[in-house]
């Protein structure tokens, strides 16, 4: 996947950087999401460790 | 009337409310929260397929975020004690037993005080994406006719709007994240207290005690 969107100079020669790609939005609310998850999960497991131990 | 029935009636009685945040630092926040979620929907709206005329309630919104967060630098600077953001050596140890404890291990993190380890790791991140979305922003006002300028798209070479092209949307995707991350803690239960002070100002002196080490916010 490209980080990165390029178009072609209307005088020719290299290709011009325009901006991000866009199809990396998932990624990045993907990875917002296995972040929350992780936490959840961890969180839960926390409080049930301690809760047993008390 | 001996020294202790006299210093105990003479003592001030501990309020049941302790204040978090001002009305105007309220504002503050929900105002930039209706800003963030505007920008963000006339940004990916349209690269999602949902197609209508942004451009012109991105760049004004674009330009009240600006407002708002200089507002917010002079307010935390001048008035506010931006040492409560501050991250030193105690929140570097607090986050890590934080992490410590969740991946399993028993003991229990001390308290903190107004914000945690967390909290001011977020803020610096967010502090730093807004900026740069708002910095490369105002830069691509100049690409725009507006009431006070026309536009200049050869201010800057092909090759430098490129790059400030790539800050604003990679800026703008991690904001998207962040703010995915900041709904779920100010979701949780854990953190309902802190989203009904974000709405009524106050916690009860309850959450204060639980929450919170007296000696690192005093209240």
């Known amino acids: 996947m490209e980080l990165f969107r390029y178009s072609r100079s209307i005088y020719g020669g290299s290709n011009q950087l325009i901006g991000a790609n866009w199809d990396l939005l998932p990624v990045f609310v993907g990875a917002a999401l296995v972040f929350i998850i992780l936490h959840a999960l961890l969180s839960a497991r926390s409080k049930r460790r301690r809760q047993g131990s008390s | ?219």
């Open chain 2, 1 to 219: 009337m001996d020294e202790a029935t006299s210093k105990s009636q003479t003592a001030p009685a501990l309020s049941p409310r302790v204040p978090r945040h001002k009305a105007i630092d309220r504002l503050y926040h929900w105002l930039m929260a209706i800003c963030i979620f505007t920008l963000m929907a006339t940004a990916f709206l349209p690269i999602l397929g949902f197609k209508f005329e942004w451009l012109d309630i991105h760049w004004i919104t674009g330009v009240a975020l600006t407002v708002l967060v200089i507002f917010h630098i002079v307010r935390a600077i001048g008035w506010q004690d931006w040492r409560n953001m501050w991250i030193g050596f105690a929140d570097i140890r607090d986050l890590w037993r934080n992490v410590a404890q969740l991946l399993g291990a028993r003991k229990t993190p001390p308290l903190p005080g107004k914000y945690d380890a967390a909290q001011k790791l977020y803020h610096l991140g967010v502090a730093i994406v807004v900026l740069a979305v708002v910095g490369s922003g105002l830069l691509m006002l100049l690409k725009i006719d507006t009431p006070l300028w026309r536009r200049n798209p050869y201010v800057f070479s092909g090759d430098t709007w490129g790059i400030i092209y790539v800050v604003h949307g990679m800026a703008a995707m991690t904001i998207v994240a962040i703010v995915i991350i900041h709904l779920y803690f100010a979701l949780m239960p854990d953190g309902w207290y802190l989203l009904r002070a974000m709405i009524r100002g106050s916690i009860s002196r309850k959450e204060y005690v639980e929450h919170h080490d007296a000696a690192r916010w005093k209240a």
